[in-house]
């Protein structure tokens, strides 16, 4: 089994009006003349979701933020997965540390919209991570390994399964995690992966999260089991987020 390409996405959060589709069509066209060794994916809010799809930039794909769990019903304010794949996008962030705080978001419901993804065809991008509290207690891999095993369903392969690693404190504060730690608990989840999946498992992507920059880019892709990155900030400009997806012209 060939593994897939590294993938750098971005994640804009509650950031970005109509007038930011001229972001992704500048990184479209910074891709189209430079190129781009990885695949790359923007998720917009679901109010610019129609307006990205629509501009048919052929070369990046574009997915969503959250999904509901079930495909229909009376869920006020809530999108269903089928609804957003309905709309042309290929993937669907789940159990984003900010879901999972703010949300309530168990593993199990992270689990059920995973599977809701996966099941209208989109690749479910699974967050995980510590809090600061976690990891100065020495529970980094514990209670990261265990929202892998918990939050992942029995339906993942490489085709439409993604883990993200953001260690809740990296988040847009700047601060990141060294290499050592980094590459820690890439290993850790790659393990669970492998013991659960098997050959695929050792092919599904890990992404790693947490104030990615173009500064720190190649340091932190270069890791061994980072398949790539969830940028949040860095990924509102095209300047700087094709400064990320850089790095792999970089990396062999």
């Given at each position: 089994m060939t593994a897939p390409k590294a993938l750098v996405a971005g994640n804009w959060k509650?950031?970005?009006?109509?007038?930011?589709?001229s972001e992704l069509s500048k990184l479209n066209t910074l891709i189209q003349e430079k190129g781009a060794k990885c695949d790359v994916l923007i998720c917009p809010p679901y109010t610019l979701i129609n307006t990205f799809v629509s501009l048919n930039a052929k070369n990046v794909s574009i997915g969503a933020q959250d999904c509901h769990m079930n495909m229909s019903g009376a869920h006020t304010g809530d999108i269903s997965a089928e609804m957003i794949c309905d709309l042309g996008c290929e993937y669907i962030i789940v159990g984003h540390s900010e879901r999972r705080a703010d949300h309530?978001?168990?593993?199990?419901i992270v689990k059920a919209k995973a599977v809701a993804a996966q099941s209208v065809g989109a690749t479910a991008i699974i967050c995980v991570g510590e809090t600061i509290e976690q990891r100065e207690a020495g529970q980094a891999l514990q209670v990261v390994t265990t929202q892998v095993k918990a939050s992942i369903p029995d339906s993942a392969k490489v085709e439409n399964t993604i883990i993200a690693?953001?260690?809740?404190?990296?988040?847009?504060?700047?601060?990141?995690p060294t290499t050592g730690d980094v590459e820690e608990v890439h290993q850790a989840v790659?393990?669970?992966?492998?013991?659960?999946?098997?050959?695929?498992?050792?092919n599904i992507r890990i992404l790693y999260g947490g104030s990615v920059k173009a500064s720190n880019a190649l340091e932190l892709m270069s890791v061994k089991n980072v398949n790539g990155a969830l940028v949040g900030g860095a990924s509102l400009k095209a300047?700087?987020?094709?400064?990320?997806?850089?790095?792999?012209?970089?990396i062999g």
């Open positions: 509650m950031n970005g009006l109509k007038a930011s589709a309530g978001e168990s593993n199990e690693y953001e260690p809740v404190w990296a988040i847009g504060t700047g601060h990141t790659r393990d669970v992966l492998q013991s659960r999946f098997g050959d695929a498992g050792r300047d700087d987020f094709y400064g990320i997806i850089s790095a792999y012209d970089k």
